[in-house]
């Protein structure tokens, strides 16, 4: 199950027989398999298709854990920061982005002290 197409194959199978639980172990083995290979366009493929379990499942912490993951993976992504967002109350939602843009922040300024030298 390396192979994407075939490992796309036996989830989509499993998506039919609405076997969710078959689809995120795959999912997830294949996650791992793609990291170590270095190969993010699968791990985001893989990432898509657990989304889709959890829409299909009406999972609210698994949706708001993959679109904030697709909102922020590769610049930013105003749809899936939609779906994020709308997994919160309004008021959840201040206190979520106020927390989220603090660690960023944090993370940012701790990443540039690192490598505050280390520039030519």
Known sequence: MDIIDVRMDVVNKAIRKKDYNTVKKINAKG?????????PGTVNQLKKELLRIANLEKDIISIGHYTKYFAFNRGVSEKYYQQWKNT???????????????ETTQKIISEWNKSKNKFW
């Open 88 to 102: 919160f109350t309004p008021d959840e939602w201040k206190q979520i982005i106020k927390i989220y843009i603090t």
């Open 31 to 39: 996650i791992k398999i793609a990291e170590a290979k270095s190969n």
